[in-house]
């Protein structure tokens, strides 16, 4: 009976200790998770301003921006298994091997991966990536905001090819060395991605994939639709190439085509980064738990 008021006091301290370390751990916890969903992107972009309007003088200018990881997703433009014209395959082929080390560590980082591979919606029919967006509940996207919308600075109206190449529907799924796994999700459809970007709250998009000046502009998924409905769109500049034959106007090398095109976006439609910057930027904080 003499040690029971010690065991009884030794039993307190024990539950004040403990009821203490439950509450550190929770608070710990709590802090945790907001650092999680507060955790930002660093990036630096480049964009043009015609400072004197009308003056066609443009000039570069670069800032930094910050991008809230779970409010920024990827998306990548048609990068299909193969193209019609056999550069442009050698080119995407290329593309690819780079891209998919940084999407594999965007993914880790918890930023929501968007496959567009175009017109091989069948291939992923039956894929978990492929039925998750399609169970989305459809958001109605808001009227387009009226944008200017100037011709390109090259001629691809002879389908841009820069290799003798017929044209014949060569693409099947997306190129096989970029990995669609996890979370991602399979979609050709703007309005389906434009859903899902609404209902998790995703307000950037950096979107990088082929061809710049025509599907990564002009699909229903791609950089002018997403900006005239209020999506904030990067273009990913040296992970993108252009359907473009130096043969045409304006009569430079094909990667200098590429490059007036990508100019072209920062005027009118959006910024442009760089893929090592993003890499910089997410190897700077601690992949996703």
Known sequence: MAQSAPRA?????????????????????????????????????????????GSGEWNEVRFEQAFPIRQTAILICDMWDRHWCSGATRRADALASEMAPLIDQARSHGIRIIHSPSETMDFYRDTPQRRRILEIAPVPPPPNLALSDPPLPIDDSDGGCDTPDK??????????????????VVSDKGTEIYSLLR??????????????????????????????????????????????????????????????VVQHIEKYWCPSALSSDLVRALLSRSPAR
């Open 9 to 53: 006091a030794r039993g307190r301290v024990e539950d004040h200790v403990l009821r203490n370390s439950l509450r550190f751990l929770g608070v710990l916890c709590g802090s945790l998770t907001l650092a999680a969903q507060t955790a930002e992107l660093q990036l630096p972009l480049r964009s043009r301003v015609e400072a004197f309007k």
């Open 167 to 184: 044209f014949y529907k060569a693409w099947t799924r997306q190129n096989p060395a970029i990995r669609i796994t996890g979370n991602d």
């Open 199 to 260: 209902q998790e709250n995703i307000r950037n998009l950096l979107v990088m994939g082929v061809h710049t000046n025509m599907c990564v502009l002009n699909r229903t998924f791609a950089i002018k639709q997403m900006t005239r409905w209020g999506i904030r769109c990067v273009l990913v500049r040296d992970l993108t190439d252009s359907m473009y034959d130096p043969q045409d106007r304006p009569f430079v090398p094909h990667q200098q085509g590429t490059e007036l």
